[in-house]
C-alpha cells in the first residue's frame, strides 16, 4: 500500500501543490502512511496538521496536544491574573510564534517525510514554493479550531481552544499575501488574540488583544 501511495504522490509533486484540492489530497495520502508505517518517534506537526486539513475543528488530544500545550505555557506567562505553567521564556516565544507564522515544525518534518520516502523536496527547500502552500494550507483551514479532549475533559490549564483565520490582504507581497490570525480562547472566558504580519525581511505582532 505505502509504495502505491507514495509512487502517486511523487506525481503529484512533480505537477506542483498549488490548489486547495491538491493540498488536501497530499496531506491525505500522507496521513495514510503514517497511520500505516506508524514511526517512532511519530513526527507530531505533520501529524496534526494532515489531520487539521481533513478536519476542521480538530480535537484530537493525540494530535493537538504538543502544539496546544506549548500555547498554553506561552498564555500562562503572559496573561495577568494567571498561574504560570511550567517555564516559557524569550526563546520559547520566538519558537511558538515561529511556528504559528511560518509553520516551521511542519515543514522540517514534512520535508525528512518526503526523504525518507525518496520523494522530492523542493516544497520545502524553496522558500517561495513553502510560502506558496502555507498560504493555500492556510485557506484550507480557515476558521478551523484546535482543542485538546480526551475523556477527562480539556487536559490544557487555561487554555479551551484556537482558532485560526486569515484576514486583509497585503499590498505589498510577503510570506503570504494576507494576514495571519491566531485567537486563543481562555477558560476564563477572556480570549487573547494576536495578528501577524510578514513582510520581506519583517514579522511583524500587529495586534495582540486581550478581550
Not at 517512532?40 to 496534526?48: H, V, Y
Request: glycine share 4%.
Amino acid at each position: 500500500m505505502t509504495k502505491d501511495i507514495v509512487r502517486k504522490l511523487r506525481d503529484h509533486l512533480e505537477d506542483g501543490v498549488d490548489t486547495e484540492c491538491k493540498v488536501v489530497y497530499l496531506l491525505a495520502e500522507i496521513r495514510k502512511i503514517l497511520e500505516q508505517d506508524r514511526p517512532d518517534p511519530k513526527p507530531f506537526a505533520l501529524w496534526m496538521y494532515c489531520h487539521w486539513a481533513l478536519h476542521v475543528n480538530l480535537s484530537y488530544a493525540s494530535a493537538t496536544l504538543q502544539l496546544l500545550e506549548r500555547i498554553d505555557m506561552h498564555v500562562s506567562h503572559t496573561v495577568a491574573g494567571l498561574t504560570e505553567v511550567g517555564t516559557f521564556d524569550i526563546f520559547d516565544e520566538e519558537r511558538l510564534f515561529r511556528e504559528l507564522i511560518y509553520f516551521t515544525a511542519f515543514r522540517e518534518q514534512l520535508r525528512q517525510f518526503l526523504i525518507n520516502h525518496l520523494l522530492p523536496t523542493d516544497i520545502c527547500d524553496n522558500a517561495a514554493r513553502w510560502s506558496d502552500f502555507v498560504a493555500v494550507y492556510a485557506q484550507v483551514i480557515k476558521d478551523g479550531e484546535l482543542s485538546s479532549e480526551t475523556r477527562q475533559g480539556n487536559d490544557l490549564q487555561v487554555v479551551e481552544k484556537v482558532i485560526f483565520d486569515i484576514g486583509d490582504d497585503l499590498e505589498e507581497s510577503g510570506h503570504v499575501p494576507f494576514t495571519l490570525h491566531w485567537t486563543i480562547y481562555l477558560k476564563d472566558h477572556r480570549k487573547l488574540h494576536y495578528e501577524f504580519t510578514v513582510l520581506p525581511n519583517q514579522m511583524t505582532l500587529t495586534s495582540g488583544k486581550l478581550e
